[in-house]
């Protein structure tokens, strides 16, 4: 059973119903967001009763936006392990490091939360043809679901992204367009399918429930360190979707009276040549200009323009974070360091979480003591090819 009651322009708070399909808000193209009746659900949910249900995001069932539960469509995604990294805290002279490893997740990628649920929503609107716009990652998970629920996937990608992230969509029976240009380019050849055949567009965003998705590593840290939350958290930034996600999650556990109102620094990590949301946070402006010429190892982070931008910076502010960008090669070596002292095989993006750590460390921005998580956000396996001449 779900509390949902209603969406809201995470914007200009123009409300609408929840059981229509709906992308953007019509009034001023922003982002909407799922609301619940927490309320209700403070009484009705009891946080002891969630550490004996299964160990998917589907534990958290009340506050996500599926009614019928026939129409989940699940993989196992979620509840992934938060590692104490008490090997690569000894060399960072830090006790206190946690890595929260999403690349143990279904399709290599924390994108298989986003995509689990907004696909499992679409399914249960009636919707059966999908299109997304995609820099790797997504389209993967996109298309996983979409299969799993008997769906047609139209899926956009770079021609340049690396040849795993074509191949999985393949492989679970995606049609792939591959266009020459950035996530960007992709979005407008992927709307016109949107606008002539009526696919039902999942960018990021741009329809209301993947961020339900991957608020549930909000929750899921918030249990899995007692119902408590960190001091710090890294998160490598693209559409910024975990990172508004997470902190919407922080938000409605304090209403659930599951934590206190005490929150993360929340820390935004970017890639040198592609860092709109670190520009925007230093110039205190409210919304990100796109960035030209997006160049980055990280696919993840090759995002030059987000439609979240002002809730990203949002949330940078109100909680006391900051940004930061990095060259690849940092990002690489940070890699390195993750696998050979605990053993994971992570992607760039999560190797730039720990390279920010070290940055923002000796900096003295982070003291010591503090409970620090580091987001690695996939798998290493579909980045092969930075390892082959290392
Ligand atoms: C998509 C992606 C990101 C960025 O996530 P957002 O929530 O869009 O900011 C980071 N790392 C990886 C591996 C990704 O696939």
């Known amino acids: 059973m779900t509390y949902l009651s209603h969406l809201e322009c995470g914007y200009c708070g123009k409300t609408?119903?929840?059981?229509?399909?709906?992308n953007l808000c019509t009034q001023c193209r922003k982002p909407l967001l799922a609301r619940y009746d927490l309320k209700a659900a403070r009484k009705g949910v009891d946080r002891e009763?969630?550490?004996r249900r299964e160990h998917t995001l589907w534990r958290y069932a009340e506050l996500l936006p599926i009614r019928d539960a026939a129409k989940r469509l699940s993989l196992g995604e979620g509840f992934t392990p938060l590692v104490h990294a008490r090997r690569l805290g000894a060399v960072m002279r830090h006790e206190h490091l946690y890595i929260k490893d999403e690349g143990l997740n279904p399709t290599g990628s924390f994108k298989a939360r986003g995509l689990g649920v907004a696909v499992s929503r679409a399914h249960e609107l009636g919707i059966t043809e999908l299109s997304i716009p995609s820099?790797?990652?997504?389209?993967?998970?996109?298309?996983?679901?979409?299969a799993l629920g008997g769906m047609k996937a139209h899926v956009f990608m770079p021609s340049d992204v690396p040849p795993p992230f074509i191949a999985e969509?393949?492989?679970?029976?995606?049609?792939?367009?591959?266009?020459?240009?950035?996530i960007t380019d992709c979005g407008k050849a992927a709307a016109e399918g949107v606008q002539q055949f009526g696919r039902f567009d999942c960018s990021t965003l741009k329809e209301p429930y993947r961020i339900e998705g991957k608020k549930t590593m909000g929750y899921e840290l918030a249990e899995q360190f007692g119902w408590a939350l960190p001091d710090v958290i890294v998160y490598?930034?693209?559409?910024?979707t975990g990172l508004i996600g997470m902190w919407k999650a922080f938000a409605e556990m304090e209403a659930l009276g599951w934590i206190d109102s005490k929150r993360p620094r929340m820390v935004c990590v970017q890639r040198e040549g592609c860092a709109p949301m670190v520009r925007a946070f230093e110039e205190n402006a409210e919304f990100a200009r796109p960035w030209e010429d997006a160049k980055t190892v990280a696919v993840g982070l090759r995002v030059p323009a987000a439609?979240?931008?002002?809730?990203?910076?949002?949330?940078?502010?109100?909680?006391?974070?900051?940004?930061?960008?990095l060259p690849d090669e940092e990002m690489i070596i940070g890699s390195m360091l993750i696998g050979r002292t605990e053993?994971?095989?992570?992607?760039?993006?999560?190797?730039?979480?720990?390279a920010a750590f070290q940055r923002l460390r000796k900096q003295g921005w982070i003291g010591d003591g503090e409970r620090v998580v580091l987001l690695n956000t996939g798998s290493g396996y579909k980045?092969?090819?930075?390892w082959k001449d290392r």
């Open 236 to 240: 490598p930034t693209g559409g910024g």
């Open 16 to 22: 609408y119903e929840a059981d229509a399909v709906w």
């Open 307 to 325: 439609v979240g931008d002002f809730l990203i910076l949002r949330v940078l502010r109100e909680s006391g974070g900051t940004a930061v960008s």
């Open 135 to 146: 820099a790797g990652n997504a389209a993967g998970a996109m298309s996983a679901y979409a």
């Open 49 to 51: 009763a969630i550490a």
């Open 383 to 386: 980045y092969y090819h930075l």
């Open 343 to 354: 053993g994971i095989f992570v992607c760039p993006e999560g190797g730039a979480t720990l």
């Open 169 to 182: 969509c393949r492989a679970v029976g995606a049609e792939v367009t591959l266009v020459d240009g950035l």
